[in-house]
């Protein structure tokens, strides 16, 4: 079963740092791209940070220069270091993933592969 399952999430004072995980697992050989999403209570999911055809990544305007977004290719993981947490970061935050199997041989390509979320509050 190809799936992406995200982790790290939990509640951070602001200013504070939490890095978030995900996962993919499945005959996973290659991600194509990783994008992480939130979506806060009464607001649209918005895009926070994509990474994709190797190391080309771009983020949010209200995230950059806190959040990182980085690849562990060995571990089929992608990973959203996230500083200087505000209360406006809280939301849950999801992982979106274009995947690459191969099973008995055969390459398949899954796009658009959703997690559950994980939530992130920030709050004193």
């Known amino acids: 079963q190809v799936q992406v399952v995200e982790s790290g999430g939990g509640l951070v004072q602001p200013g504070g740092s939490l890095r978030l995980s995900c996962a993919a697992s499945?005959?996973?050989?290659?991600?194509?791209?990783v994008a992480w999403y939130r979506q806060a209570p009464g607001k649209q999911r918005e895009l926070v940070a994509a990474?994709?055809?190797?190391?080309?990544?771009n983020y949010a305007d209200s995230v950059k220069g806190r959040f990182t977004i980085f690849r562990d290719n060995a571990k089929n993981t992608v990973y959203l270091q996230m500083n200087s947490l505000k209360p406006e970061d809280t939301a849950v935050y999801y992982c979106?993933?274009?995947?690459?199997?191969?099973?008995?041989?055969?390459?398949?390509?899954?796009?658009?592969?959703w997690g559950q979320g994980t939530q992130v509050t920030v709050s004193s």
């Open positions: 979106n993933a274009d995947l690459v199997t191969v099973v008995a041989g055969i390459r398949n390509y899954w796009y658009a592969i």
């Open positions: 499945g005959n996973i050989v290659s991600i194509n791209a």
């Open positions: 990474v994709r055809n190797g190391e080309t990544t």
